[in-house]
């Protein structure tokens, strides 16, 4: 068996999700290809080599590929992907943006956000939020698959000494141009590869108040994330929500404050290793998986634990 993964990066720097990816791959038993497609991502490629366990990379540098617009990116994969038992991607968006077209270019079914590898044709994932787990069995020619980052043990990024290999096929559909990009710029970690993360809720009451979470978090060295009812209220954008809709986190710790733990949230963070909430409704969900709760005003806590850290 040979495993093709789908390296997730920006042209400049691989992310770390790729070597979750792997170590999904690994599980599953081969050789294991990473395929770097973009513009002037060489730098990507050489990191993708150095990839424990990684035999080749595939490296395809097209303009065409400079912001891996999937109408593109789907049409190199599906050609290249022919000849390999697996095709792996991180359930992150770009992940879940191309997969489902090279599963239907290539008239297979899909396998998404795989949590487990029972066997190189069975895997474990979530269903209802995270609810249930269904293990799914596939007998397609080529297994097309999508890795939720979180339930695997990265892999190392160095000790590698794969080959890379230039792809020269380009595939420009035409039907789609990128237009532009407004990036949030922040100095802290990033949410889905944060090892700490404070949350608001509904609680902070509005936006203004997240002031104390940023406080926290400068302190902690951590990222800062939200539920979706903040979200949609308005009070952070929606790059920061965390939950079934928004992205899967597992760090270290999870703080919650001020959120009631709705169960789309909960699908999104309840794999962090240590959960904390801070809520002063005694009865709410979130305390059912939390390892330690505070019942009290969000507004005095956070305030007093800022001092003590």
Same mark, same amino acid.
């Given at each position: ?5 789908? @390296? ?33 991502? $060489?730098?990507?490629? +050489? ?5 424990? $366990? ?40 770009? $992940? ?26 069975? =895997? ?53 141009? =990128? ?22 809720? *509904? ?6 108040? =997240? ?5 926290? @978090? ?9 539920? *979706? ?69 969000? =507004? +005095?806590?956070?305030?007093?634990? +800022?001092?003590?850290?």
């Amino acid at each position: 068996m040979t495993i093709l993964v789908i @390296a997730e990066h920006d042209n400049k720097v691989l992310a770390p999700a790729t070597l979750n990816t792997v170590a999904a791959a690994a599980k599953i038993g081969g050789d294991i290809h990473v395929l770097v497609a973009g513009q002037g991502a $060489g730098a990507v490629a +050489e990191a993708a080599a150095k990839i424990a $366990g990684v035999s080749k990379v595939l490296n395809a540098d097209n303009a065409a590929y400079a912001h891996q617009l999937p109408e593109n990116v789907a049409p190199l994969v599906a050609e290249l992907g022919k000849s390999y038992s697996h095709i792996l991607a991180a359930a992150t968006s770009n $992940g879940k943006n191309i997969l489902p077209r090279v599963a239907a270019q290539l008239d297979v079914d899909q396998i998404s956000e795989i949590i487990s590898v029972e066997s190189a044709d069975t =895997f474990k994932r979530p269903i209802y939020a995270g609810n249930a787990i269904a293990t799914v069995q596939s007998n397609a020619s080529v297994k097309v698959i999508t890795v939720r980052a979180t339930g695997f043990d990265p892999v190392a990024a160095e000790g590698g000494s794969a080959t890379v290999e230039a792809v020269a096929a380009a595939h420009d559909a035409g039907t789609s141009s =990128f237009v532009g990009e407004e990036l949030a710029k922040s100095d802290r970690p990033e949410l889905t590869a944060a090892k700490i993360v404070v949350s608001g809720g *509904r609680g902070m009451q509005n936006g203004d108040n =997240f002031k104390h979470l940023y406080a926290l @978090a400068d302190k902690l060295g951590a990222a800062v994330g939200a539920s *979706r009812a903040a979200v949609d209220a308005g009070f952070v954008p929606n790059d920061m929500q965390v939950g079934q809709t928004g992205k899967i986190v597992a760090p270290q710790l999870y703080i919650a404050v001020g959120i009631s733990g709705a169960i789309q949230h909960l699908a999104g963070m309840k794999d962090s290793k240590v959960i904390v909430a801070i809520n002063k409704d005694e009865e709410a969900p979130i305390f059912q998986v939390a390892d330690y709760g505070l019942v009290a005003d969000l =507004f +005095e806590a956070v305030p007093e634990l +800022e001092k003590l850290v």
